[in-house]
């Protein structure tokens, strides 16, 4: 029962990593948006997104190890437990980082780009709406992340893990509100352009038929 343990363990932390790897690609597709066409910010925040995750991915299993060491099969409890409480403030250092500086440049951008210099093509309600769920994002994430990181820190074992689940819901949450959000905008947008590409020829018509009862 203790290898069973240890082997549920490795897949929850690790599928908890890569969750969160592909939410934080998800979201920053969807801020890429914001940014003009190559822009130089999108490859660096990639590089650091990938970095970032392996610096993570290592944190991961650094903490993996710690914990299995002090990890045995409580027989009268039936369930895994610890001998000690591991050292995984690391764990959630990393993410920490990454969601802080994402943070600041989509804050930046949406300070730097006043009104007046953007361009006739960029709808002004999808831009709202994609910063309005990123900071959401990022927000809950970032609050998460310090919860995290001080209860590894400062709290006894029974309560070492207990906010990973909440960092887990509000990541599904919030990246799929995001991308729904992002999606049913843009059809909307696509289904006006379509009915004013409808309407056009009929107005033109029009015109030409007014013409020609002038003549």
């Not at 998800?26 to 392996?54: D, E, G, S, Y």
């Not at 002090?70 to 009268?76: C, L």
């Not at 070492?160 to 949450?173: D, E, H, K, N, Y």
């Amino acid at each position: 029962m203790c290898c069973r343990c240890k082997a549920w363990m490795s897949i929850a932390l690790y599928a908890g990593w890569l969750s969160i790897f592909i939410s934080n690609f998800l979201v920053l597709m969807r801020l890429w948006t914001l940014l003009p066409r190559n822009h130089r910010l999108i490859p660096w925040t990639l590089v650091f997104l990938f970095a970032t995750q392996l610096i993570s991915f290592g944190t991961t299993t650094w903490a993996l190890v710690l914990m299995l060491r002090v990890m045995f099969w409580d027989s009268k409890l039936e369930l895994c437990s610890l001998y000690s409480k591991p050292q995984v403030v690391e764990l959630w250092v990393v993410g920490l980082a990454f969601e802080v500086l994402v943070f600041l440049v989509v804050c930046w951008n949406a300070l730097s780009r006043p009104r007046s210099l953007q361009s006739p093509e960029e709808d002004p309600a999808m831009r709202r709406l994609l910063f309005r769920d990123g900071f959401l994002y990022f927000s809950i994430l970032f609050v998460l992340r310090i919860a995290n990181t001080i209860i590894s820190s400062v709290a006894p074992i029974s309560l070492l893990f207990v906010a990973v689940f909440f960092i887990w819901a509000g990541t599904s949450v919030t990246t799929s509100r995001l991308i729904i959000n992002a999606r049913r905008a843009a059809g909307s947008n696509a289904r006006q352009r379509t009915d004013e590409l409808q309407r056009l020829p009929t107005r033109e018509s029009a015109v030409v038929t007014l013409y020609k009862d002038s003549g």
